[in-house]
T-cell receptor
Framework: DAKTTQPTSMDCAEGRAANLPCNHS???????VYWYRQIHSQGPQYIIH???NNETNEMASLIITEDRKSSTLILPHATLRDTAVYYC?????????FGSGTKLNVKP | DVKVTQSSRYLVKRTGEKVFLECVQD?????MFWYRQDPGLGLRLIYF???????EKGDIPEGYSVSREKKERFSLILESASTNQTSMYLC???????????FGQGTRLTVV
């Protein structure tokens, strides 16, 4: 399972893009990168996942480097409701391992 | 809308009690997971199940057991609750490989 490294916290102004980085240098070739977020006292919420191509959905975009050693989650127009802990995780065969994540603070 | 439902949002139990935490999913998923979440320690995997009656230990199975008699239901059992099992417990389910997992809303268990 890939070990992931994320900054402990980040700030973002409301309405601006939030770019959350993740290093996953040990990721294997067939291992997807998943992003989740957790708002205080709730269960983690799925955001997006990808293997090697960039992905976009209604919530966010995911940019994966060509060597797959890092990725960036982009929230294009952050709102106060996006304040949460964001987890980048590498997926094992049947297990999800969560690290400490990045606390994103969206400020007015 | 996909659903993973945990039986209780908040629970208070006494030391030594046998505690059952129930989780039900309506997505016909093969894989189900139990995590606990503690400040500073992140989410830690307790047990997971990849099929009915099948289970595997995660990283911290001591003091816990699980039951999966039906595909949609995965139960976590604290055989004799202790104060160090006070935590947020999260259930998740997932279908085939390389699909996302869905989490329940969590059960905050306090053992007194």
């Amino acid at each position: 399972d890939a070990k992931t490294t994320q900054p402990t916290s980040m700030d973002c102004a409301e309405g601006r893009a939030a770019n959350l980085p993740c290093n996953h240098s040990t990721i294997s070739g067939n291992e997807y990168v998943y992003w989740y977020r957790q708002i205080h006292s709730q269960g983690p919420q799925y955001i997006i996942h990808g293997l090697k191509n960039n992905e976009t959905n209604e919530m966010a975009s995911l940019i994966i480097t060509e060597d797959r050693k890092s990725s960036t989650l982009i929230l294009p127009h952050a709102t106060l409701r996006d304040t949460a802990v964001y987890y980048c995780i590498g997926l094992g065969f049947n297990k999800f391992y969560f690290g400490s994540g990045t606390k994103l603070n969206v400020k007015p | 809308d996909v659903k993973v439902t945990q039986s209780s949002r908040y629970l208070v139990k006494r030391t030594g009690e046998k505690v059952f935490l129930e989780c039900v999913q309506d997505m016909d998923h093969e894989n189900m997971f139990w995590y606990r979440q503690d400040p500073g320690l992140g989410l830690r995997l307790i047990y997971f199940s990849y099929d009915v009656k099948m289970k595997e230990k995660g990283d911290i199975p001591e003091g816990y057991s699980v039951s999966r008699e039906k595909k949609e239901r995965f139960s976590l059992i604290l055989e004799s609750a202790s104060t160090n099992q006070t935590s947020m417990y999260l259930c998740a389910s997932r279908g085939r490989t390389n699909t996302e997992a869905f989490f329940g809303q969590g059960t905050r268990l306090t053992v007194v």
